[in-house]
């Protein structure tokens, strides 16, 4: 069966770049544009690893990944935060936010779809 992958990102062209990769890899993919939507999403689907953005408006990816860990239903999504913020800044948060992976904006895929399977394989042999 697919692993399927959340991908948030308020940057459409974002989005459809990880869709299309993801895709070609193998995966299922979901997308949200905001962390509203990504709640709701996690919420009535079954995701296995998110890819989330920083920086959105309304809701930004530190709340998401908040939200998500302190969930009891959800608390257990591997997550990957994407963004093009510095990485000292960008790992303090993403650490304090129980995020299980940080990557900064440009990378390089082969990177990204190695660390997803690499956390999908450890999220299902903790089941």
Same mark, same amino acid.
């Given at each position: 069966?697919? =692993? ?9 062209? /974002?989005?459809? @770049?990880?869709?299309?990769? @993801?895709? #070609?890899?193998?995966? =299922? ?9 990504? +709640?709701r999403?996690?919420? =009535? /689907? #079954?995701?296995?690893?998110? @890819? +989330?953005?920083?920086?959105?408006? %309304? ?9 998500i860990?302190? /969930? $009891?239903? #959800?608390?257990?999504? $591997? ?9 000292d800044? %960008? +790992? ?7 995020a /299980?992976?940080?990557?900064v904006?440009?990378?390089d895929?082969?990177? @990204? +779809? ?8 450890? =999220?299902?042999?903790g089941?």
């Open positions: 069966m697919k =692993s399927t992958v959340l991908v948030v990102d308020d940057e459409e062209k /974002n989005r459809k @770049l990880l869709n299309k990769i @993801l895709k #070609t890899a193998g995966y =299922s993919v979901l997308e949200a544009e905001n962390g509203e939507r990504a +709640l999403i996690i919420q =009535s /689907n #079954t995701v296995d690893i998110v @890819l +989330l953005d920083i920086v959105m408006p %309304g809701m930004d990816g530190y709340e998401v990944c908040d939200r860990k302190t /969930n $009891p239903y #959800t608390k257990n999504i $591997p997550i990957i935060i994407l963004t093009g913020k510095g990485m800044e %960008g +790992l303090a948060g993403a650490a304090k936010k129980k /299980n992976f940080y990557i904006k440009p990378y895929y082969k990177v @990204l +779809l190695a660390q997803i399977e690499t956390m999908l394989k450890k =999220s299902k042999e089941r």
